[in-house]
């Protein structure tokens, strides 16, 4: 019989995720850290058959105006995707989201979508969330265990240009995990945002502080002429860097380049095996709010890794609502 334990030894829980799910950031011991420092209900389940660990999944309530749920990103990470294992996790997360009151359960695992999974998902009556693709299922992903020369070689042609020329323009880098060293990112997105037309990210130095806490996390920063015109938060877990977070001024100097180059380069001194572009639009849909930061991702090489699509699994009537709010949202903001 599987038993439910709430997780407390973070090296464990870190280790499955490894094993399991190694690019799962959302599930990973420290997000949930952010979200506490965020002031979110974060809960870690730990499901265990025998001596076995066989999943784990790390939640947060989400509260919202257009109907609360309980959201597990990036997660359950199971040892085996089995009938027996899934029934058991959905049913207790169903249970814990009536409890806190909420109207559906989200889950978008770190997994490929085929048709042993939509048959599970079937059997639990879920519903592909109206949400657009976030938290990367469309993710650029670029192998870093190369040489430098190869991976610069491997780049599109275009883009060694503008390192090369951002290099002999004069940009300079600066690359620290001070909290401090946020301030001229923060005000880069704030213009990036009103510029982009975009609502930004909050929280974004809370995330910051939890992973720079042991030095997994980096700002980038591209200057010239002592102006910042460019910088990116980067993230480190488990072999991976995580480009999480980006903003830039406009400039005829290619500093983004510039600062991509640097950050690849960071991930690599580090041992990482992969840096994670993040994010990037559905092939072909150029009206896509994404599809041209998502060209400029391509343009260092790598490849696509994408999974399945978010999916809800309603306890509550009242998912209609949330359901409808989140379809119209993403109608208006042109991610159909």
Known sequence: MIQIHTATNKKEWEQFI?????????????WGEVNTKQRNE????????????VGQAQVV???AKRGNFLHVRHGPILRVWNKRTFTFVIQHLKKIAAEK???SVRISPRIEKTDAILKLYVSEKGIASAIHAMDAEHAWVLDITKDLDTILAEMRKTTRYEIRKGEKSGVTVTSSSDVDSLAPFLSLYKETAERQHF???????????????EGNASCITGYVDGKPYASAVILFAGSQGIYHHGA???????VSYVVQWHAICEAKRRGMKHYNFWGIAPDNEKKHPWFGLSAFKKGFGGSENQTIH????PISW???????IEWVRKQQKGYS
């Open 18 to 30: 490894d094993a399991h799910a190694p690019d799962a950031l959302f599930q990973r011991w420290d």
């Open 42 to 53: 974060c809960i870690r389940f730990v499901y265990v058959d025998g001596k076995t660990v």
């Open 61 to 63: 309530v989400v509260r």
């Open 101 to 103: 009151q909420c109207v």
């Open 199 to 213: 609502v930004p990210h909050t929280g974004i130095m809370e995330e910051f502080a939890v992973y720079a806490k």
């Open 248 to 254: 830039s001024i406009t400039s005829a100097i290619p």
């Open 310 to 313: 978010a999916y809800d699994f």
């Open 318 to 324: 009242k998912y209609g609502v949330l359901y409808l």
